[in-house]
């Protein structure tokens, strides 16, 4: 084995947009090339049949109405009196025909689609304002959309919702070269925006693989996690402002630019993983860190679990401040990308591999203490194999690695995909428990994540989709998951689908008081209805 | 001028308790001495007037209700039943001895007195629970207090409020030592805290002067920034968890102990700064981060503002993550330390003074990128004069120059204290003109603060209280303030003395919110009354 040190600098995270093969082929299945299809909808209730003539959609995407259990609320329909009432507010930008709207209609995992038959892009705040208020006026229900990047089934209609997308608000209003203070539209693509700041030796605090496709207002809205977590922290503290429109349609502009505000309860945290239920996100302040001038990525074999986390412990200890991810995947990870993507293991097979990154201002010192890290772990058995960085192409390939696992996945069968936060001494269990008990009924049972933040990523595969396995999973895995005390959502959120699942982490009083404070900002329901909260019994 | 370095290890900052001068002072401060004074309270309303023959105060501190316009609502008054009530619910623990009490009304900055009867000691949610039930069907208010070291008469009673006091809530619950996950119940003092953490090799993410006496509960409930904020950011980002009583009672059990949770609203964002009159927190779950193993402390002297904002510049990029603190004072606040506590500057007499400090993993790399910096700043002019800590007696003495201002200050005279967030090109020209505005109406107008956080502590020195000068302070500051987009209390909170400061900082929409939601939490008004909230008209 050969260890050698190279600064990461324009590579991989922090690197020139297109650059990252990683990043494009994420950003081809946020949009999937879709063909003219059959005539959809046509089962749905009358509010979405009623255009069903009009209606195309990609076959194998079963209306979500028809898959799952749900029961269209009593909204209005959108009529021809409404498409002109639009028309005046948004002149030009109202999209009716059905091969746009497809694209919004369906999300990128392909499991949930709506009907919905118009599509609203508003420019600034104050035509999201006037188009809501309009809205709750006629009862209209609404569904905000910035990227369609969600994995939850929240960023598309569940029946006919309005989408009311973000695209065409995608300006940067500021930006203060001393405090990395970015203001910005809702609808700017993160990787616009981490090339933006970047340019201004910044980066933005946030990192995903969907960079090229998902707006910041929707990672505000949904609480996105993702690459830098570990470093940089959440967006609850990152995000330093927000402008909203309530469903009422009032603007409420705390938009500050100000690291620190002590004035009245903080309400942009409401907004903050609220997945557009309690307002619309129209522009988003954000503390951006200086770039690092040193990145380095590290890719090491674990004989078992316990040594993953002892090297973790290590890591934190002599990486300290410079440690930017420590990512964990499992030998039936690596298979598939082995086996789907034909990418090559640069170590020996392990029981577990991690992905440790350091960022930083010193390439010399950082190279000295990853350097003293990595002896430590091999010298003492905790690593039994690890590879460095030792050019750009490489520093790639071994974040490939740890990326395009979900790319792996999907090509493996129907994948049934759960996000969870649990204890780190725990992570791991729930795989080897579920392995277990589901033997030869799944194809592959597979646990990688961001284990520095105790995210683990769990998924199954198998043929096809079986509703009799997904009762085996579920409720069990949430269950055992609230058996300690986890989260059955860490960074996806619930959307649609797991809403129902919001019981396995919250007590009924903070159920109760997330529909009290649904009713008092959105009275009437019409902001993304069917998403985060579960259904009324 | 001799450039020479040590680690901080055991040092200021991460000192063991006692250790540090400083912190001693304040803690002096936060409970000073009072004699037995005359009777009080006998022009207040009946209120606080009934058991005024057993009341005992201070002279100099006048009644709040008697300083400030302010009306008694009308909530019902503790009667023998009630007092009998909590003997039942918190046996032995409820005082009603006035000398005991006096400590509780009067806020440590001796400007707020209140005149409750009553303080009680739960040891438990439970015991929180049971009261705050038995105050809401009474309709009795309830004023929660920790530490008492707030700075704007937000943890005293304004009448005669039930205290309710987290000193007996104290328990650390639990502590991962892989994740440095603490949670505590609310009354845990910050310095217990900070040593039980540091023993097992992890930091507290906050640090404030009145760390001996503050509780955590209060620190999440004032949303506390202080010295590692720059470092370590806000309590929204490292707080993970909380436990909350409602005001009917309610426990709101939001305490997990997990990075990310993406489950919901994320409701205990809430309470982070809602000055005890949204819920009572009970216990705390949040982010430690690992002990730095070395820390440096330089202070600098500057020619002007322009060259402090680009020293800071500078050094955001050659110090990076390992900057921890950015302190800046101007030479009116050298002045007053040198003149009222006999402290030496280190350095030749400049307009302006940095305090920088570093945290980090390695005492070699940290010093020399520090020594680079140095080198820099002094090379290009930016830095005239500047020191580094050869011993832990001159870093102790470093930060002394800083950290005692507020005691120099209150030496000066009486002292009108503004803590207001500006951007930080603008942050030093709301002292300049103000000194202008004043003339010889000041004694002195001095500026200080955390400049790295964009937090200008603006204070005005003058022989006695003059209500002609507060008409002339303002609403000018909170005006000016409002002009720059700043927030009119960056880290202390709106308390009771700056409620109505509100609206400079949020718009109509924003304090009609704040309103909702406290009468959805709280629709007696019972928790905290009085606070945080402009009067209703």
Known sequence: MVLCRVPRWSVGLWASPGWWRTTCTLRALVRPKRGPGCPGGASGPLACSMFSKVSSCTPEVMLTQERYPVQRLPFSVVSEEDLAAFERLVPGRVVTDPEELEVSNVDWLRTARGCSKVLLRPRTSEEVSRILRYCHERNLAVNPQGGNTGLVGGSVPVFDEIILSTALMNQVTSFNSVSGILTCQAGCVLEGLSRYVQERDFVMPLDLGAKGSCHIGGNVATNAGGLRFLRYGSLHGTVLGLEVVLADGTVLDCLTSLRKDNTGYDLKQLFIGSEGTLGVITAVSILCPPRPKAVNVAFLGCPGFAEVLQTFSTCRGMLGEILSAFEFMDAECMQLVQQHLHLASPVQESAFYLLVETSGSSTGHDAEKLGCFLEQVLGSGLVTDGTVATD??????LWALR???TEALSRDGYVYKYDVSLPVERLYDLVTDLRARLGSQARRVVGYGHLGDGNLHLNVTVDAFSAALLDTLEPYVYAWTAGQRGSVSAEHGL??????????????????LMQQLKALLDPKGILNPYKLLPTQA
């Open 392 to 397: 750009e192409s490489k520093a790639q390939a």
């Open 495 to 512: 959307g649609f689908r797991k809403r129902d699942a919001l019981r396995y982490s919250k007590p009924p009083p903070a159920v109760q």
């Open 403 to 405: 990326e395009r696992i």
